[in-house]
């Protein structure tokens, strides 16, 4: 007998649509998290929503992506400064007509509808560090406070769906932008 699930899980895989960092920025991000004994959830990335469970098969969600992202032009995600809320620390990306369009499209996904923090409540970033203890978040504030960005902007030429896998995200499928069909 398994434990009983909670009312707001659903069966099936956990989905998301990241954007990757540049590799300067990534493994920058990566290197700080190593120094400062932080983790986050799988590889440095960017949701272009909230993850998501899928009521269609992966292939069907594929599919639908590819349409929807069809002509999608490559963009540039601007990097505004870290925010910190209790435990978790990320580096804010601006909010863009670009990538305030694609967030607005990639919810429209039909067989994946918008989840609690979608919406007005969307806030783009890369996290850093998830689940800090209460007694390490002032010594780690100050540390950010001291920490350059090695990168101000990245370009971003594709997208990619990537599923829940044992605490790391497993990339399923890359959709490069600027191509039609």
């Known amino acids: 007998m398994g434990l009983p699930r909670a009312e707001h899980m659903q069966d099936g895989p956990l989905y998301g ?3 990757w960092p540049s590799p300067e ?3 920058w991000l990566r290197r700080e998290q190593q120094r400062l004994q932080v983790r986050s959830y799988g590889e440095p990335h960017l949701n272009l929503r909230a993850p998501f469970y899928s009521a269609c098969d992966e292939a069907e969600l ?3 992506l590819r349409r929807m992202l069809s002509g999608c032009p490559p963009f540039e995600v601007q990097l505004t400064g870290w925010r910190t809320f ?3 620390v990320f580096l804010e990306c601006r909010t863009t007509p670009a990538l305030e369009h694609l967030h607005q ?3 429209t996904l039909p067989c994946a509808p918008p989840q609690p923090f979608d919406h007005k409540e969307y806030i783009p970033h890369l996290t850093l560090a998830l689940g ?5 978040e002032p010594a780690l504030h100050q540390e950010l406070e001291r920490m350059p960005l090695p990168v101000s ?4 030429t594709a997208l990619s769906l990537t599923r829940e896998d044992g605490g790391e995200l497993r990339e399923v499928h890359t959709f490069p932008l600027g191509q039609h069909g």
């Open 25 to 27: 920025l990534d493994s």
């Open 62 to 64: 594929v599919a639908s």
């Open 17 to 19: 649509l990241v954007a």
């Open 132 to 136: 800090v203890m209460s007694w390490a």
């Open 153 to 156: 902007r990245f370009p971003v």
């Open 86 to 88: 209790p435990h978790v």
């Open 105 to 107: 499209q990639v919810l």
